[in-house]
T-cell receptor
Framework: AQSVSQHNHHVILSEAASLELGCNYSYGGTVNLFWYVQYPGQHLQLLLK??????LVKGIKGFEAEFIKSKFSFNLRKPSVQWSDTAEYFCAVWATGGNEKLTFGTGTRLTIIP | DAGVTQSPTHLIKTRGQHVTLRCSPISGHKSVSWYQQVLGQGPQFIFQYYEKEERGRGNFPDRFSARQFPNYSSELNVNALLLGDSALYLC????????????FGAGTRLSVL
């Protein structure tokens, strides 16, 4: 069965700092990878996705993620964070050919200090 | 276009009671999935339905059941509620044309006392 690990439980950064949130998954086959964001009081929103092709994918609001197959990783990055990026971030994996479900990590709470 | 809508928004029940949560998918989406999100955790998969048939089931007890209707809306039922069932229950819909991208509703906050 697939699983997802997010290494950082809570990250605190100042505005304009660079961000990298770690995500590792375990599954031997082909995967689709996602980052979702949950802003305070709002529902889960898709930030970006990787299905195939270029391993560097760009999402909304200046976020990007790189799929490194050899490391089973899909880390989220942003060069310069803003106060409005304060939110909970979830990495998720869909194992193609496996159970038809989205498996989430435990989430990383990001707090941006103005 | 309306997104995924869930009702009710909040619900308070006591142990042993039964609860029904409802979800309407995005128009044109035929697949609905249910997730449980306990505070401080990521969403945990409960069920997926496609064209009114169960396509996947997570590691939840038989007290949890669901169904999908001809208009693709869905219900999640939980019997004999336990304190540990207190959580945010999320519904997500997807379409075959958008791959496995799940679009989430705002959720139903269930408190079991």
């Amino acid at each position: 069965a697939q699983s997802v690990s997010q290494h950082n439980h809570h990250v605190i950064l100042s505005e304009a700092a660079s961000l990298e949130l770690g995500c590792n998954y375990s599954y031997g086959g082909t995967v689709n990878l996602f980052w979702y964001v949950q802003y305070p009081g709002q529902h889960l929103q898709l930030l970006l996705k990787y299905f195939s092709g270029d391993p560097l994918v760009k999402g909304i609001k200046g976020f990007e993620a790189e799929f490194i197959k050899s490391k089973f990783s899909f880390n989220l990055r942003k060069p310069s964070v803003q106060w409005s990026d304060t939110a909970e971030y979830f990495c998720a994996v869909w194992a193609t050919g496996g159970n038809e479900k989205l498996t989430f990590g435990t989430g990383t709470r990001l707090t941006i200090i103005p | 276009d309306a997104g995924v809508t869930q009702s009710p928004t909040h619900l308070i029940k006591t142990r042993g009671q039964h609860v029904t949560l409802r979800c309407s998918p995005i128009s044109g989406h035929k697949s609905v999935s249910w997730y449980q999100q306990v505070l401080g955790q990521g969403p945990q998969f409960i069920f997926q339905y496609y064209e009114k048939e169960e396509r996947g089931r997570g590691n939840f007890p038989d007290r949890f059941s669901a169904r999908q209707f001809p208009n693709y809306s869905s219900e999640l039922n939980v019997n004999a509620l336990l304190l540990g069932d207190s959580a945010l229950y999320l519904c997500a819909s997807s379409s075959t044309t958008s791959g496995n991208i799940q679009y989430f509703g705002a959720g139903t906050r269930l408190s079991v006392l």
